[in-house]
């Protein structure tokens, strides 16, 4: 049962925030239901889950639209420019902003909802060709021209580190991102917070929470595997 998997990944989390001496309250999880039905869902709101991540806007528009009670759809795939209108007053924090391009939309269109729109900035820390996301060096320039944005407000990075068989591989990720997000904050930003890091998915997210994640994204651990030719 869906539940079942997210109170042990709960405990996970407590667990794994503790045993490296974190606040196990400083850590979100985020149940990704990207794929899944709004039956799933709804179990976990039964439970008080508060926060799930999807990374399409028609899918994430539709399930906020349907839900039984108001909580908080976090924006974690590839958002189009196109796209932003749809989810700019919708999704509680836009996880994947990665161009001038697109916030100069968000501002655009958070302007006629009269939102601030809340984003982390996504790096592609390793370099992959296949991922979205700014490399190390493109993040202050963009932080520093967004951060003048009036309706956009920057709370952090993330990132989406390679699928790996050992996670092991993946904590110098975790700890360059960590580094880049107190170089930006030692920088006093107006406008600019770097409270949240969003990083570690099912097979990561322990290392990831020793690295500092405040927020981690696990869908497949809650929900099961993902069937995307149905
Ligand atoms: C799908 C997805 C996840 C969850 O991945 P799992 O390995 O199933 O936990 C996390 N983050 C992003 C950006 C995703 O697209």
């Known amino acids: 049962?869906?539940?079942d998997n997210y109170k042990l990944?709960?405990?996970?989390?407590?667990?794994?925030?503790r045993k490296c001496g974190r606040n196990p309250e400083d850590v979100t999880l985020i149940a990704v239901s990207k794929t899944k039905p709004l039956s799933d869902i709804e179990e976990l709101i039964q439970i008080g889950v508060e926060d799930f991540g999807e990374?399409?806007?028609q899918e994430l528009t539709d399930k906020y639209e349907h839900v039984?009670?108001?909580?908080?759809?976090?924006?974690?795939g590839h958002l189009q420019t196109n796209k932003v209108k749809y989810v700019v007053d919708k999704a509680c924090?836009?996880?994947s902003v990665d161009s001038i391009k697109l916030a100069k939309e968000i501002q655009k269109e958070a302007v006629k909802k009269n939102v601030i729109a809340e984003i982390l900035i996504e790096v592609n820390v390793a370099k992959e060709d296949s991922k979205f996301g700014l490399s190390v060096d493109e993040v202050i320039p963009?932080?520093?021209?967004?951060?003048?944005y009036p309706n956009i407000?920057?709370?952090?990075?993330?990132?989406?580190?390679?699928?790996?068989?050992?996670?092991?591989e993946n904590r110098k990720y975790f700890r360059t991102l960590k580094q880049l997000s107190?170089?930006?904050k030692s920088k006093n930003i107006d406008n600019v917070n770097m409270n949240v890091l969003s990083m570690g998915m099912t097979n990561d997210y322990k290392v990831a929470i020793e690295e500092g994640a405040t927020m981690v994204r696990v869908g497949t651990a809650i929900f099961g595997a993902r069937n995307y030719n149905l």
């Open 1 to 3: 049962m869906v539940k």
């Open 9 to 17: 990944i709960y405990q996970e989390v407590i667990d794994t925030a």
């Open 55 to 57: 990374n399409k806007v």
């Open 68 to 76: 039984s009670k108001p909580v908080r759809f976090h924006l974690i």
């Open 93 to 95: 924090l836009i996880h």
């Open 142 to 148: 963009l932080v520093e021209e967004i951060a003048q």
């Open 153 to 168: 407000h920057i709370n952090g990075l993330m990132t989406i580190a390679p699928f790996v068989e050992n996670p092991e």
């Open 182 to 184: 107190l170089d930006i």
